[in-house]
T-cell receptor, first 115, second 112 residues
Framework: ETGVTQTPRHLVMGMTNKKSLKCEQH?????MYWYKQSAKKPLELMFV???????ENNSVPSRFSPECPNSSHLFLHLHTLQPEDSALYLC??????????????FGQGTRLTVV | KQEVTQIPAALSVPEGENLVLNCSFT??????LQWFRQDPGKGLTSLLL?????REQTSGRLNASLDKSSGRSTLYIAASQPGDSATYLC???????????FGSGTRLLVRP
């Protein structure tokens, strides 16, 4: 266990559905991230929250909507997705960033399939 | 713009062999470099973090080195085991920011 827990582990949704991914970290970190991993592509950063404020959007389509109610929880709300959004969605956390000993810890991911 | 490259893309070795995975980056002004392991369909497990002032980090059978001036890091795995089979990823933060730049990974298969 990495201290970062994601639910659900697998999700199949239709293009008209609304669903949410959840991430919880038990490490006392103050920064949380959403990454997307598509087949045969490097991980792509989607969103970053630091101290519950969004720092980076990274030009993600509005059908993905993040929410960070507190420093331990992060959500990714999904609506009207496309089949090309099918991917592994990974949550990560770190204690701040921009220092030599900033280490990122990842959850087990949610495998999303859009049908 | 920081770019991270990992070679080889895939590697197959018999059990017991020592092996080296390579990671290179284009901008040497990094704060640290992190090595991860990813099993199929799973998340990333942090293996080692090397700070920019360090040359090596060791954890069990794993040893990671960092040469900032040449933009290279290596992950050495001693006495490989079938359980080491996974994809290994390296990542560096983009300047002083939160954004990790990942390589495409090396897919390792250790044959019994």
């Amino acid at each position: 266990e990495t201290g970062v827990t994601q639910t659900p582990r697998h999700l199949v949704m239709g293009m008209t559905n609304k669903k949410s991914l959840k991430c919880e970290q038990h490490l006392g970190h103050n920064a949380m991230y959403w990454y997307k991993q598509s087949a045969k592509k490097p991980l792509e950063l989607m969103f970053v929250y630091s101290l519950e404020e969004r720092v980076e959007n990274n030009s993600v389509p509005s059908r993905f909507s993040p929410e960070c109610p507190n420093s331990s929880h992060l959500f990714l709300h999904l609506h009207t997705l496309q089949p090309e959004d099918s991917a592994l969605y990974l949550c990560a956390s770190s204690q701040g960033f921009g220092t030599a000993n900033t280490e990122a810890f990842f959850g087990q991911g949610t495998r999303l399939t859009v049908v | 713009k920081q770019e991270v490259t990992q070679i080889p893309a895939a590697l197959s070795v018999p059990e017991g062999e020592n092996l080296v995975l390579n990671c290179s980056f284009t901008d040497s002004a990094i704060y640290n470099l992190q090595w991860f392991r990813q099993d199929p369909g799973k998340g990333l497990t942090s293996l080692l973090l090397i700070q920019s002032s360090q040359r090596e980090q060791t954890s069990g059978r794993l040893n990671a080195s960092l040469d900032k001036s040449s933009g290279r890091s290596t992950l050495y795995i001693a006495a490989s085991q079938p359980g080491d089979s996974a994809t290994y990823l390296c990542a560096v933060p983009m300047d002083s920011s939160y954004k990790l730049i990942f390589g495409s990974g090396t897919r390792l298969l250790v044959r019994p």
